[in-house]
């Protein structure tokens, strides 16, 4: 079987004198897959996205990215590491206002010190492709809620990442807005992007994803292709 692009293995971690966030968390995540973290709030799922981004460190475990002890980093290497190996895509879009369509997608790539046409290039690809290229001079503000979390999946696209992460990446588009990425994150799996979607929304991760992992009071507590209850 190939190497898994997310592994982790009894991964905690706990906060001030609370109760553990994350608590033994181990499974692997391969390439091509459309995983959804499932669970309500508080659940760990905000812990868990940040551990896998290379945000936060473990108090134990370790975290595997493509090749990556992400555990291991420092500030300077967990921001290496998640231009060169993530894409995330967020609920509120944190798309720039004062800039293009076009200068918020080509953005990763000049952070990467990638060549300017070569950047561009790739840009208007990405726009075509996700049907927003006529938007490529227009600013965020003049977008749809779904238009700009074209625009933000398309800048998380931009430096061609092993890992597509989406935190509630329909939690703020009305129901159409949102149908519409759900269809645009199938299409991108469908085409071998290994995408991470992080929810407490049943219904996004039953059409968006083949393979769930519900989290429970920082534990996990089913890990398959299907799960029977919702979340509240």
């Known amino acids: 079987m190939s190497t898994p692009v997310i592994e982790l293995r009894d991964v905690s971690r706990k906060y001030d004198d609370g109760p553990p966030a994350l608590q033994e968390a181990s499974f692997a995540v391969r390439a091509g897959e459309a995983v959804a973290i499932l669970g309500p709030s508080g659940s760990g799922k905000s812990t868990l996205l940040n551990l896998i981004a290379g945000l936060d460190r473990p108090d134990a475990g370790t975290v595997t990215v493509d090749g990556v002890r992400v555990d291991q980093l420092g500030e300077a290497g967990s921001a290496l590491y998640r231009r060169a190996k993530i ?19 080509v953005l990763p790539a ?8 070569t950047a561009h290039r790739r840009a ?20 749809s809620g779904g238009e700009r979390q074209r625009v933000a999946v ?18 703020a588009l009305d129901t159409a807005a949102g149908e519409e ?21 049943l219904g996004l991760a039953r059409a968006c994803t083949t393979r769930t992992i519900e989290l429970v009071d920082g534990r996990i ?12």
Do not use: K, W
């Not at 000049?110 to 046409?117: D, V």
């Not at 996700?130 to 965020?140: D, E, F, K, N, V």
């Open 87 to 105: 894409g995330m895509v967020f609920q509120f879009f944190n798309l720039l206002d004062d800039l293009t369509v076009a200068d918020n997608v």
């Open 110 to 117: 000049q952070l990467a010190g990638m060549a300017r046409g």
């Open 124 to 143: 208007e690809e990405l726009l075509e492709n996700l049907g927003i290229a006529r938007h490529a001079g227009a600013y965020p503000g003049r977008l």
């Open 154 to 171: 398309a800048r998380a696209l931009m430096n061609r990442p092993a890992l597509l992460l989406a935190d509630e990446p329909t939690g």
């Open 181 to 201: 990425v759900c269809r645009l994150l199938t299409e991108l799996n469908a085409d071998g992007q290994t995408i991470v979607v992080v929810t407490h929304d």
């Open 221 to 232: 507590a089913s890990d398959g292709a299907t799960l029977t209850a919702a979340v509240r």
